[in-house]
């Protein structure tokens, strides 16, 4: 929309570099042209404002397809007015001179227009056209078929617009109907999930299968280790024992062998003693045999005191010494006298 400004009973219009402004005055064109800027009169001017820019037109509308199925189909058409002067004469373009409002609807008309012209198209393909096929390669015909359809429609062109673009966004089905399309595709997808599930289990029980085999293998192996263990420990005792055995026998046999050497040493030994001692108590009683008695009566009493506990005085009687010196073989004093 442009802008209008109003000073001392004048206005002034300023539009945009994508507005084509068309200024009639008494029926005369005055100004003409996009981005145009001027001033005029309220009361003498025919103002036209033509948009001259690219426009998206979203567009939606229900179709039947060959199996009649109802779709909805969303596209969107690019176009521009290329021909403002043919537009602003086919279409009501005009804006008010004091406020620079269209006074009527121009762009919806185009919109109308092109719709309908687009959904002409669009039913005639869709109409032969079953479901299925429509859902998988429907975008693509439809899209070509209306922008076929819209080059060639001879209104457009006679009302200076020009159409850059057509994109059909999607065909959808009744929310019933794509439900039941999806529902195969699910039990597919689910089976395939419910497979792979089975076969991960499958994996993990042949998994768990080998470990189980695997740990059963290491305690056979273990135990029959440990047998050879006990085999071997049982061998190493009984060697051991045999060992032990042959090296007591040893030690006996050598202890017997120097317990006889011993016996006979001190028998031997014993026997040199004893004809030792013989020669000796022979030699003693020859000895005596030869001594005079009384020697030996001194020899018996010198070892008798020998033997006695020390006395530090001892008092003899006179009879006591008399009976002595008998003994010993000489007078007493009784006898001196």
Same mark, same amino acid.
């Given at each position: 929309m442009a *802008?209008?400004?109003?000073?001392?009973g004048?206005?002034?219009?300023?539009?945009?570099?994508?507005a084509?402004?068309?200024?009639?005055?008494?029926?005369?064109?005055?100004h003409?042209?996009?981005?145009?800027?001027?001033?005029?009169?309220?009361l @003498?001017?025919?103002?036209?404002e033509?948009?001259?820019?690219?426009?998206?037109l #979203?567009?939606?509308?229900h179709?039947?397809?060959?199996?009649?199925?109802?779709?909805?189909?969303q596209?969107t058409?690019?176009?521009?007015?290329? #021909? $403002?002067?043919?537009?602003?004469?086919? %279409?009501?373009?005009?804006v008010?001179?004091?406020t620079?409002?269209? !006074?009527?609807?121009? %762009?919806e /008309?185009i919109?109308?227009l092109?719709?309908?012209?687009? =959904?002409?198209?669009t039913?005639?393909?869709?109409?032969?056209?079953?479901?299925a096929?429509?859902?998988?390669?429907?975008?693509?015909?439809?899209?070509?078929?209306?922008?076929?359809?819209?080059?060639?429609?001879?209104?457009?062109?006679?009302?200076?617009? *020009?159409v850059?673009?057509?994109?059909?966004?999607?065909?959808?089905?009744? #929310?019933?109907?794509?439900?039941?399309?999806?529902? $195969?595709? !699910?039990? /597919?997808? /689910?089976?395939?999930?419910?497979?792979?599930?089975?076969?991960?289990?499958?994996?993990?029980?042949?998994?768990e299968?080998?470990?189980?085999?695997?740990e %059963?293998?290491?305690?056979?192996?273990?135990?029959?280790?440990?047998? =050879?263990l006990?085999?071997?420990?049982?061998t190493?005792?009984?060697?051991?024992?045999e060992?032990?055995a042959a090296?007591?026998?040893?030690?006996a046999?050598? &202890?017997?062998?120097?317990?006889?050497? +011993?016996?006979?040493? &001190?028998?031997?030994?014993?026997?040199?003693?004893g004809a030792?001692?013989?020669?000796? =108590?022979a030699?003693?009683?020859?000895?005596?045999? &030869?001594v005079?008695?009384? @020697?030996l009566h001194?020899l018996a009493?010198?070892?008798l005191? &020998?033997?006695?506990?020390?006395?530090?005085?001892?008092?003899?009687?006179? *009879?006591?010494l008399?009976?002595l +010196? @008998? @003994?010993?073989?000489?007078?007493?004093?009784?006898? =001196?006298?």
């Open positions: *802008d209008i400004t109003k000073r001392f004048w206005r002034h219009l300023r539009s945009a570099p994508t084509h402004i068309r200024h009639h005055k008494r029926g005369r064109l005055t003409d042209g996009p981005g145009a800027s001027f001033w005029y009169r309220s @003498t001017a025919a103002l036209s033509v948009p001259v820019d690219d426009r998206e #979203a567009m939606a509308f179709a039947r397809t060959a199996d009649f199925q109802d779709v909805t189909v596209a058409v690019t176009y521009r007015i290329s #021909a $403002p002067a043919e537009a602003a004469a086919r %279409l009501d373009f005009s008010d001179p004091d620079g409002v269209w !006074r009527g609807s121009p %762009l /008309q919109a109308t092109l719709t309908g012209t687009a =959904q002409q198209h039913l005639d393909v869709l109409a032969r056209t079953p479901l096929v429509a859902l998988a390669d429907g975008v693509g015909a439809v899209r070509e078929r209306v922008a076929a359809g819209l080059a060639a429609e001879s209104r457009l062109p006679a009302t200076g617009i *020009d850059v673009a057509v994109r059909v966004v999607a065909i959808r089905p009744e #929310a019933e109907v794509e439900r039941a399309l999806r529902t $195969p595709a !699910r039990e /597919q997808i /689910q089976q395939e999930a419910d497979r792979a599930t089975y076969e991960r289990r499958a994996v993990a029980v042949e998994r299968r080998t470990i189980a085999e695997n %059963l293998a290491s305690q056979i192996e273990l135990a029959r280790r440990e047998e =050879q006990v085999e071997q420990r049982g190493n005792t009984r060697r051991e024992a060992e032990h090296a007591d026998g040893v030690r046999e050598t &202890e017997a062998l120097r317990t006889v050497r +011993l016996a006979r040493a &001190e028998a031997e030994a014993a026997r040199e003693v030792a001692r013989a020669e000796s =108590q030699a003693w009683l020859r000895v005596h045999a &030869e005079d008695p009384s @020697t001194a009493a010198t070892r005191a &020998e033997n006695l506990p020390r006395i530090d005085s001892l008092t003899v009687s006179p *009879d006591v008399t009976g +010196l @008998t @003994t010993l073989g000489r007078p007493g004093p009784r006898e =001196q006298a």
